[in-house]
């Protein structure tokens, strides 16, 4: 099960950072046209509506992609309170179709698996141990 905890980590680290640039996009697009229209039109306010508007709507995609960049971090070093966040966050990415769902039902089947609880409470994976070869006598 540490390989499924391992995909999932770095599913969350890929869609919250997929998340965060997609914020990081529309204020750009967004303050942008409103500092653009605002010089060429020689009027302030659609460049504070749309500056407004870009701000908010960037720090709301920031603050839903946030916990899942959190999570995966947290997924691969094996803490205990990360499978807890995942699992809220598997439940908030349910009605996100089709990403969202995908990852919501994948991270929800690995973090609930008898497995993986385990596996979260003894810290992670046990090392592999290696015998030296021996050599007969």
């Known amino acids: 099960m540490d390989k499924h905890v391992n995909i999932l980590g770095i599913l969350c680290i890929v869609f919250g950072g997929m998340g965060l640039i997609a914020a990081a996009v529309v204020?750009?697009?967004l303050?942008?046209?409103g500092i653009a229209s605002g010089v060429a039109s020689g009027e302030g306010e659609a460049m504070a509506v749309l500056s407004i508007?870009?701000?908010i709507i960037a720090g709301i995609a920031i603050i839903s992609s946030l916990p899942s960049l959190i999570v995966g971090i947290g997924l691969l070093k094996y803490k205990q309170w990360a499978r807890i966040l995942g699992i809220i966050v598997a439940i908030i990415n349910l009605p996100g179709f089709p990403v969202g769902t995908a990852i919501g039902i994948y991270g929800l089947w690995v973090l609930f698996n008898d497995d993986t609880i385990r596996l979260?409470?003894?810290g992670g994976p046990a090392p592999v141990q290696t015998q030296a070869p021996t050599q007969p006598a």
Do not use: K, N, R, Y
Request: glycine residues 16%; charged residues 10%.
């Open 27 to 29: 204020f750009i697009l």
């Open 31 to 33: 303050v942008g046209t």
């Open 53 to 55: 508007i870009g701000i």
């Open 120 to 122: 979260f409470e003894q």
